[in-house]
């Protein structure tokens, strides 16, 4: 029989999607047959399963830790937040249309059908399905159809551990007030609770243990220490950016900048895995680095939205005297359609906006369709003749003379286009970075050499680490129930 268990947390980015990749290689070292569920998801890194569909990048990267291929199923309901059209709705991998939040809260009790079909389809044949819920449990205005946590929980029968996050401080209140504030069908759903990122002497907190213990009657299942090794794993969620400093004094830096609606930004992790790359996150309101050699415009999920906030914090202006330095400039899939003279939007599939001038950096134009393209792909650089891997999500098709000096062919069809003098180039391609030749490649034209290292490899090894880690400090018996 499958066995279910599934970490909701006391808030946002207490590290559930971290825990869950871990218990899932804990588990696939093991031996088990185990597989990750996350019913409702909202992020803009998006990925594609391995049988053809969007899903978000922590299932994505879970999949990767549990050994097994990636599918639409362990992410049934993906939001993608837009601009004032909403949040564009992934049903089973494929665009389902748009809403706003209040038309969502309606929708949400018509979509449970799809999430429960979906959960009998990862359930089918594992021995472990690891669940992660969405935001907090204790969010009880959201209680009401709800598809994420609890309302899921109770339908599918699955016991909850909660996460609470002790670096943000106030985890005992966030356990007990969770406690307090759960109705009684969901508070019996609760088999107890993991404290994550924990820093220091941890048998200071024995207190706090039994505090808890006595507010809930909850056992602890484990108090789970400050994971470095996931530093070394693709983030998820934007909230990140806001924790990423600049760094200093290395061969090379890179700048990004931080979208309003930026996407699949972990497309920038293998760079910043590099020892001598300075990977810079400019946030609104900072200039573009004027030392900075590359600028990559990344992926956004509101292309024509996110070119007025470009224009509108004056990086167009910081753009042009970095190109007038002899700089270089690369763009993906959103940030490639910016870099061209015009979008335009003729059906209004982003907004009321209809037409804008891009940044006129390549000679370019694109229209956006309703039509998406969803694939993963095998490519070639054909700047640098060497393979590439990635994926492809984005609407709209670009065109114009400077794709006559595509710089990728994907799939045997050539992609991107780049300038007459080479100093700007863009591509749909997401994972650029991450093939290690083109990143060894693209570093030596800088006058670098690259770590030398496989960057999967290092996603891999890390998730191995995490394992062990949690191994360590989790509850025997716990683990031993969970994993027999």
Excluded at 258 to 266: E, G, K, Y
Excluded at 297 to 303: A, M
Excluded at 334 to 352: F, N
Aim: glycine share 12%.
């Amino acid at each position: 029989m499958t066995r279910k268990i599934m970490l909701q947390g006391t808030g946002s980015d207490v590290g559930k999607s971290v825990l869950v990749a871990g218990l899932c290689r804990l588990a696939s070292n093991r031996g088990l047959n185990v597989r990750p569920f996350k019913p409702q998801n909202m992020s803009n890194n998006a990925a594609v399963s391995d049988d053809g569909g969007e899903i978000g990048r922590a299932q994505w990267l879970q999949a990767l830790a549990a050994r097994v291929p990636s599918s639409v199923h362990m992410n049934p309901v993906l939001l993608k937040p837009q601009s004032d059209v909403g949040s564009q709705i992934i049903l089973q991998g494929k665009v389902a249309g748009q809403a706003k939040g209040r038309d969502y809260q309606a929708l949400k009790p018509k979509l449970l059908g799809a999430v429960m079909e979906s959960f009998e389809q990862v359930s089918a044949g594992a021995d472990l399905v690891i669940v992660e819920g969405a935001g907090s449990p204790a969010e009880i205005n959201l209680r009401a159809g709800d598809i994420a946590n609890m309302g899921f929980a109770t339908r599918a029968g699955v016991p909850v551990v909660l996460v609470g996050d002790i670096d943000r401080g106030g985890v005992i209140a966030s356990l007990v007030g969770t406690h307090a504030i759960l109705p009684d069908e969901d508070r019996r759903m609760v088999s107890g609770y993991l404290i994550n990122k924990f820093r220091g002497d941890v048998t200071l907190f024995d207190e706090g243990i039994a505090a808890i213990r006595r507010f809930t009657d909850w056992p602890c299942f484990g108090v789970v220490p400050w994971l470095k090794s996931a530093a070394r794993l693709p983030a998820e969620d934007s909230v990140v950016l806001e924790r990423l400093a600049r760094g200093g004094g290395k061969a090379l830096k890179v700048a990004v900048p931080v979208l309003s609606r930026i996407a699949n930004f972990d497309d920038l992790d293998p760079l910043a895995a590099e020892p001598q790359v300075d990977l810079v996150f400019v946030r609104p309101g900072m200039q573009l680095p004027e030392d900075a050699a590359l600028v990559v415009i990344p992926g956004s999920k509101s292309t024509i939205a996110d070119l007025k906030d470009f224009r509108a914090q004056g990086w167009d202006r910081d753009l042009e005297r970095h190109l007038r330095r002899g700089r270089r400039v690369v763009g993906i899939c959103g940030g490639y359609q910016m870099l061209g003279s015009r979008v335009t939007d003729p059906i209004g599939i982003e907004g009321s906006e209809r037409e804008i001038a891009g940044l006129g950096l390549l000679a370019v134009e694109t229209e956006m369709a309703p039509e998406k393209t969803v694939r993963n792909s095998r490519a070639w650089s054909l700047e640098h003749d060497v393979a590439l891997e990635g994926y492809e999500i984005h609407l709209g098709k670009t065109t114009g003379a400077d794709c006559a000096r595509a710089p990728v062919s994907i799939d045997g069809r050539p992609d991107g286009a780049m300038s007459a003098d080479g100093k700007v180039m863009g591509t749909y391609l997401h994972g650029l970075f991450g093939s290690d030749a083109y990143r060894a490649a693209l570093l030596r034209s800088f006058g670098i050499e690259g770590g030398g290292g496989s960057y999967r490899g290092s996603v891999d090894a890390a998730l191995d680490e995490i394992a062990a880690e949690l191994e360590a400090v989790l509850d025997r018996g716990w683990v031993e129930r969970l994993l027999r």
